[in-house]
């Protein structure tokens, strides 16, 4: 199990760190995926919750409205290792906090002539405060709600090796504080114990970058997620393997520039998320996370996400209540 | 958890590891190098991403003209870049400008590239043989001032549209040859040249050429993308306005000066005799020198009503069209220098020219 384990956390460190060469625009669904991961369930008093997990963001959809353009030659790749924890100091109260490490590469393939531009580092970070309604656990039913700030602790004023300063959507940080806020709600289905029916909602409220491009104010639009899904957990051979299927809708208002709402920003998305998680032992589980658009439509012209997938390693450590779902398969 | 720390300990200094990438004017070629020593004649500090990446908003080669009978993503209003050379007559829209900035053409035996920066306005008409090399220009994805940068294919330098010249790259301080072009609307250009042609829509690129792509970008004086050097609040930001510019200096003819009859406005700058002729209803102004090249001076009178003529001279009445030529008269033929100039937004020129000076301020 430890080999196992070892083998799994090198690999999605080097896919962030040493990229595979694929062939490499903007927009606002294109960026590092802090408050859609932020969050894990309740566990007992005195738990200790982790997970390293590598996210994938494949944008290679032009899209005009609702529209989308026969025009690949541009690709934007988004790479995050992100590291989230959360510790349960009661029965009712957790904090979670979510650190991130940021690849984005966008490439351009013009008259057989590529041309890359690539960025890493730190990435920022969330921390949030958790309430967990206590004394609903009897009757399958968890709910808890949070909120908390993004901490602007990546940079946001990369250059290329010219020194010329790259825009907003390849920086790893937004250099702004930003308000997370989030409920999460599951109910076991009373036919079907093992099976739990969940939904979470998450908003982010973005303050301002005021020091954009040197010296101008920029604003990333707010943003509203909502995720629906139903997961089971199955015992095949000697291993429980968790099987999910959720809807994912988000809602990306535009974002501002010295208070002036820019063009070709924000937009609504509705994704398909089926994944999996197995358990490599009792405390520790890996997850597998693809996500594939349905529906989208962008204001305006946008590079939209063609796909997206998260490979991840969750473990719990303390002597709480060791939960055996997490907010990914459901 | 105690792997989890090393990771930690691993991932943070690579974390902040940064990042990698991977009718025509005279020419002047004097080459000037980089006076700041990082390789560019500019700030390079103020060189921007915008955004699409190089080549990410895709420049066209020899693009197919059509008859405007033949099409529908234009109205009267919309502008476009005119060109004409011997019988060929040629409209540049914006409407595809907005979305591929740069055009390489070759019309007669002109190799041109029909340059437009959609954020500052400023369309201007490129030679695209350099140091006896043709090449074709592209996008490079990088702003100075708002402004675009094009990009030669051949050498792979980087240019200013605005400044004119070669700001990084092995042809660095070399100055373009610019071409005339005529900006007006499409319904004034219509009635100007009627056997015109016009750029198709069928580009090979899939975009929507009836919608701007800028939102209210044209409009809005406050909403600016990326910073300025100079910000000037004489005009407002977005008016647009015609610049004679000589040497590192401009002067500016707002549209608006121009009254509903062609107007001409004849002026000495910095040494030079100037004629200015433009109609503010019909939506277009342009400039010459003075002097036909044999040290004659004329001066101009409008000609009203006469589409492409819009001036005539007092000293010998030769008729001359919007492009400077002689049409009619004892000059027929004869060509007037075009003026390094071009219309485009106010704050662009406020930006670039900070010295400039407005006509009619004074």
Not at chain 1, 66 to 83: A, V
Not at chain 1, 195 to 218: C, D, K, M, P, W
Not at chain 2, 202 to 221: H, S, V
Not at chain 2, 332 to 360: E, V
Request: proline share 5%; charged share 20%.
């Amino acid at each position: 199990m430890g080999k196992l384990f070892h083998i799994i956390i090198t690999a999605l460190i080097c896919l962030v760190i040493f990229p595979a060469a694929g062939s490499a625009q903007t927009c606002c669904s294109g960026g590092v995926p802090l408050s859609g991961n932020i969050g894990f369930l309740g566990a007992g008093p005195g738990t200790l919750q982790l997970e390293l997990s590598y996210d994938l963001n494949y944008l290679a959809t032009l899209k005009n409205g609702s529209e989308s353009y026969d025009d690949e030659y541009r690709k934007r790749i988004t790479q995050s290792l992100l590291l989230k924890t959360g510790y349960s100091i009661t029965r009712w109260l957790a904090v979670d906090a979510l650190f991130s490490l940021v690849n984005q590469r966008r490439t351009i393939s013009f008259n057989e002539q590529s041309n890359s531009v690539r960025t890493l580092g730190a990435g920022d970070a969330v921390i949030m405060v958790k309430y967990i309604f206590p004394g609903l656990n009897a009757g399958g039913v968890e709910i808890q709600l949070g909120a908390g700030p993004k901490i602007p602790l990546g940079p946001s004023d990369l250059t290329d090796d010219r020194g010329i300063t790259l825009n907003a959507d390849l920086q790893p940080g937004s250099n702004s504080w930003d308000l997370i806020t989030w409920g999460y709600f599951s109910r076991q289905l009373k036919a079907r114990p093992s099976s739990v029916f969940s939904a979470r909602i998450v908003g982010r409220f973005n303050g301002t970058n005021r020091e954009y491009l040197g010296s101008q104010n920029y604003r990333f639009g707010n943003t509203l997620q909502v995720y629906l899904g139903i997961g089971d957990q199955l015992l095949i051979g000697n291993r429980i393997i968790i099987p999910s299927l959720s809807f994912r809708y988000r809602h990306a208002w535009a974002d501002k520039i010295n208070d002036l709402q820019l063009d070709n920003t924000g937009g609504r998305w509705i994704n398909i998320i089926p994944a999996v998680g197995w358990h490599i032992s009792q405390s520790m589980i890996f997850n597998l996370v693809p996500e594939i658009p349905i529906y989208s439509k962008v204001e305006g012209i946008q590079l939209a996400p063609t796909f997206r997938i998260q490979a991840g390693l969750y473990m719990s450590l303390g002597t709480g209540k060791k939960n055996q779902l997490n907010q990914y398969t459901l | 958890m105690r792997q989890i720390i090393i990771i930690g300990a691993i991932l943070l200094p690579l974390a902040f590891g940064g990042c990698e990438m991977d009718s025509r004017e005279f020419s002047d070629l004097t080459v000037t190098k980089s006076p700041l020593g990082d390789g560019w004649l500019i700030p390079v500090q103020e060189v921007f991403d915008g955004g699409p990446g190089k080549d990410g908003i895709p420049a066209l080669t020899e693009p197919k003209f059509i008859v405007p009978a033949s099409f529908d993503y234009l109205v009267d209003e919309d502008l476009v870049l005119g060109f004409v050379v011997g019988d060929e007559v040629r409209a540049y829209p914006h409407a595809i400008l907005d979305w591929h900035e740069i055009i390489n053409d070759k019309v007669e035996d002109v190799n041109i590239a029909v340059t437009y920066c959609p954020l500052t306005g400023t369309g201007i008409g490129w030679n695209r043989e350099i140091n006896g090399t043709v090449t074709t220009f592209g996008v490079s994805g990088l702003l100075y001032n708002s402004n675009l940068i094009p990009y030669d294919r051949e050498i792979d330098s980087n240019w200013s549209q605005m400044r004119m010249d070669c700001v990084e790259g092995e042809l660095q301080g070399t100055k373009i040859e610019t071409i005339a072009l005529v900006e007006t609307t499409w319904k004034t250009w219509q009635a100007m040249y009627p056997s015109t042609t016009i750029v198709s829509p069928k580009t090979g690129y899939d975009r929507d050429y009836g919608r701007y792509p800028y939102g209210g970008y044209k409009i809005l004086d406050d909403y600016l993308l990326f910073p300025v050097a100079n910000e000037d609040d004489r005009l407002p930001n977005k008016e647009r306005v015609h610049a004679v510019v000589l040497s590192s200096n401009a002067r500016i003819y707002p549209l608006s000066a121009f009254g509903e009859q062609v107007t001409v406005i004849q002026e000495k700058l910095r040494g030079n005799d100037i004629v200015v002729v433009g109609n503010g209803a019909d939506n277009f102004v342009t400039s010459y020198f003075s002097d036909p090249g044999d040290g004659t001076l004329l001066t101009f009178a409008p000609v009203q009503d006469q589409y492409p003529v819009v001036m005539m001279d007092h000293e010998e009445c030769n008729n001359w069209d919007v492009f400077g030529r002689a049409v009619s008269g004892p000059r027929k033929g004869t060509q007037l220098r075009h003026a390094r100039s071009f219309m485009g937004y106010w704050f662009s020129f406020a930006a670039f020219y900070p010295s400039l000076t407005i006509y009619g301020e004074e």
